[in-house]
């Protein structure tokens, strides 16, 4: 590894640590730790909105899946950029006008009880480590490559790392870092975009011509069935993918560090056009990968293609390319996973810490001393689940994430502001349901088990067929949230029940006494 790369990752590091300590200064309360204040712009929110979704999953695990599958990475691709839609027509204005600090706050202004609170916290946390999964196998096969560090030493510095950045610094610094790292990213992005296409004169149809043969492939590279050889398997998928962004927590929580609606809209918007921009890049980026650093390189430095993206960037810009892509790809898992450490850990101090065992009543003294003590430990538990992980793909693995997202938290969130008949009970079951059956089927699944020794976690034929189990598990989590409610129909008869209410305050911000006296 040359000088050049070392100096960018200090730079890079220091830059960090400089607005962590910016931050810190800011961060005196649990509100400023939890959502920055609630004090950020449309432009700021669209910007750290596109920082969480540029993670290493999206830069590093697409480029990786196009260069290896071709034309199944759009699989991985397109149901994310839908899911945009359902957050902006669906969730963003309902979540920031009934939220204030966690997804709990939301579902808990319908349905005040503490069984409700704690289990929408459990799910967060749980839904927190899968994604950071992602993140820190990415993390650990990049400092590999660039430093020769093994890998699970590699997972564990970064987690280091990021924990301190999270403890200092809380969801502002997490903002701002994200904001000029998306804007770094998709700087490099673009950069690196303009020299594969020189390499192919700028022809964007040629280069789908030149995939006939640049892979071992052949012509099958631009067909589907490559990677994902059910039907069944990337319809499962893409479902997880639209439905779950839409019940990322650490996405969610986003929609609370702006003032109001209107901004929380107007955000999405501006995520909507970073990202669509990013997405057409990286398909050229993860084609000219294939052709240009070919499949057995990439394959070499990192079974799962993680690391093709910054193969391609020495290929085409030298060593400076590759240290500045290296360094811009490790402050991207640094912010992404300081996010998702800050959206969990809110989720224990605030939901189970200070309304659950303190009827809140936490001073904010102890909320941040239990905020800090939860991120040690969620940090603790992702790095050793991350060891058993190196060969997947951080993309899918991702995906797993979306899946549970989108089994448990998305039809409690979408029943709660359109269901009168909803209650206590269906919000329980449809969370619990959604994630145990989306966990259970994973770990029935090829991912987990296969015939051949070495390919899965465990040598043997895999119960549930199909890698992704969004389709079984997403219909449960809906079905959960009906059985459950339809069991606690008589309990919950005589409760008095403030539907009308949430759906007023849910449109428009304001409560019903609000509306009146306005």
Same mark, same amino acid.
């Not at 994973?442 to 199909?466: D, R, Y």
């Given at each position: 590894?040359?000088?050049?790369?070392?100096?960018?990752?200090?730079?890079?590091?220091?830059?960090?640590?400089?607005?962590?300590?910016?931050?810190?200064?800011?961060?005196?309360?649990?509100?400023?730790?939890?959502?920055?204040?609630?004090?950020?712009?449309?432009?700021?929110?669209?910007?750290?909105?596109?920082?969480?979704?540029?993670?290493?999953?999206? /830069?590093?695990?697409?480029?990786?899946?196009?260069?290896?599958?071709?034309?199944?990475?759009?699989?991985?691709?397109?149901?994310?950029?839908?899911?945009?839609?359902?957050?902006?027509?669906?969730?963003?204005?309902?979540?920031?006008?009934?939220?204030?600090?966690?997804?709990?706050?939301?579902?808990?202004?319908?349905?005040?009880?503490?069984?409700?609170?704690?289990?929408?916290?459990?799910?967060?946390?749980? %839904?927190?480590?899968?994604?950071?999964?992602?993140?820190?196998?990415?993390?650990?096969?990049?400092?590999?490559?660039?430093?020769?560090?093994?890998?699970?030493?590699?997972?564990?510095?970064?987690?280091? @790392?990021?924990?301190?950045?999270?403890? /200092?610094?809380?969801?502002?610094?997490?903002?701002?870092?994200?904001?000029?790292?998306?804007?770094?990213?998709?700087?490099?992005?673009? %950069?690196?975009?303009?020299?594969?296409?020189?390499?192919?004169?700028?022809?964007?149809?040629?280069?789908?011509?030149?995939?006939?043969?640049?892979?071992?492939?052949?012509?099958?590279?631009?067909?589907?069935?490559?990677?994902?050889?059910?039907?069944?398997?990337?319809?499962?998928?893409?479902?997880?993918?639209?439905?779950?962004?839409?019940?990322?927590?650490?996405?969610?929580?986003?929609?609370?560090?702006?003032?109001?609606?209107?901004? @929380?809209?107007?955000?999405?918007?501006?995520?909507?056009?970073?990202?669509?921009?990013?997405?057409?890049?990286?398909?050229?980026?993860?084609?000219? @990968?294939?052709?240009?650093?070919?499949?057995?390189?990439?394959?070499?430095?990192?079974?799962?293609?993680?690391?093709?993206?910054?193969?391609?960037?020495?290929?085409?810009?030298?060593?400076?390319?590759?240290?500045?892509?290296?360094?811009?790809?490790?402050?991207?898992?640094?912010?992404?996973?300081?996010?998702?450490?800050?959206?969990?850990?809110?989720?224990?101090?605030?939901?189970?810490?200070?309304?659950?065992?303190?009827?809140?009543?936490?001073?904010?003294?102890?909320?941040?001393?239990?905020?800090?003590?939860?991120?040690?430990?969620?940090?603790?538990?992702?790095?050793?689940?991350?060891?058993?992980?190196?060969?997947?793909?951080?993309?899918?693995?991702?995906?797993?994430?979306?899946?549970?997202?989108?089994?448990?938290?998305?039809?409690?969130?979408?029943?709660?502001?359109?269901?009168?008949?909803?209650?206590?009970?269906?919000?329980?079951?449809?969370?619990?349901?959604?994630?145990?059956?989306?966990?259970?089927?994973?770990?029935?699944?090829?991912?987990?088990?296969?015939?051949?020794?070495?390919?899965?976690?465990?040598?043997?034929?895999?119960?549930?067929?199909?890698?992704?189990?969004?389709?079984?598990?997403?219909?449960?989590?809906?079905?959960?949230?009906?059985?459950?409610?339809?069991?606690?129909?008589?309990?919950?008869?005589?409760?008095?029940?403030?539907?009308?209410?949430? %759906?007023?305050?849910?449109?428009?911000?304001?409560?019903?006494?609000?509306?009146?006296?306005?």
């Amino acid at each position: 590894m040359g000088w050049d790369i070392i100096l960018l990752f200090v730079l890079m590091s220091i830059g960090v640590l400089f607005i962590t300590y910016y931050a810190s200064k800011k961060t005196k309360t649990a509100g400023s730790f939890y959502t920055a204040g609630g004090g950020l712009t449309a432009r700021q929110n669209g910007l750290a909105l596109a920082g969480d979704f540029m993670s290493a999953s999206t /830069f590093l695990g697409l480029i990786g899946a196009f260069s290896l599958t071709g034309y199944d990475g759009f699989f991985l691709m397109y149901g994310a950029l839908v899911s945009f839609l359902v957050i902006l027509f669906l969730v963003a204005e309902p979540l920031r006008n009934l939220g204030k600090y966690t997804l709990g706050d939301m579902i808990t202004a319908r349905f005040k009880f503490k069984q409700v609170r704690g289990v929408t916290a459990f799910n967060t946390i749980i %839904i927190s480590v899968f994604y950071m999964l992602a993140q820190l196998v990415a993390a650990g096969a990049l400092f590999k490559l660039l430093l020769g560090i093994p890998y699970n030493t590699s997972v564990l510095i970064v987690g280091v @790392a990021m924990l301190a950045f999270v403890l /200092f610094g809380g969801m502002t610094a997490t903002s701002w870092v994200q904001i000029i790292k998306a804007v770094l990213l998709v700087g490099g992005t673009f %950069i690196m975009f303009v020299m594969v296409m020189w390499k192919f004169n700028f022809n964007f149809i040629g280069i789908f011509t030149d995939m006939k043969t640049a892979t071992p492939f052949g012509i099958d590279f631009l067909n589907p069935g490559l990677k994902y050889k059910n039907g069944w398997d990337a319809t499962s998928l893409t479902l997880g993918l639209i439905l779950g962004t839409a019940g990322l927590p650490h996405v969610l929580v986003r929609f609370l560090t702006v003032p109001n609606a209107k901004v @929380a809209r107007k955000s999405v918007v501006w995520l909507m056009w970073i990202m669509g921009l990013f997405h057409i890049m990286v398909i050229f980026l993860g084609f000219g @990968a294939a052709k240009l650093v070919g499949t057995s390189k990439i394959i070499e430095a990192n079974p799962a293609g993680n690391m093709a993206a910054p193969l391609l960037a020495k290929y085409i810009g030298g060593d400076f390319m590759f240290a500045f892509i290296s360094a811009v790809s490790f402050a991207t898992i640094l912010a992404v996973v300081a996010g998702i450490v800050v959206t969990g850990a809110t989720a224990f101090s605030h939901d189970f810490y200070n309304e659950i065992l303190k009827d809140g009543k936490a001073t904010e003294k102890q909320q941040m001393f239990m905020v800090r003590l939860a991120s040690i430990v969620i940090t603790a538990i992702a790095i050793a689940l991350s060891l058993f992980l190196q060969n997947f793909n951080v993309a899918f693995v991702a995906s797993i994430a979306l899946t549970l997202a989108a089994s448990s938290n998305l039809p409690v969130i979408l029943l709660t502001i359109f269901w009168r008949k909803f209650n206590k009970n269906g919000a329980i079951f449809g969370m619990l349901i959604g994630l145990i059956s989306t966990i259970g089927l994973v770990m029935l699944s090829p991912n987990v088990w296969n015939p051949e020794p070495g390919v899965a976690l465990f040598t043997g034929k895999p119960i549930f067929p199909l890698a992704s189990p969004g389709i079984l598990s997403i219909p449960l989590g809906f079905l959960g949230c009906y059985i459950g409610t339809l069991i606690g129909a008589r309990k919950t008869k005589n409760v008095e029940d403030n539907f009308s209410e949430i %759906i007023v305050k849910s449109n428009i911000g304001n409560d019903v006494k609000g509306v009146v006296n306005h």
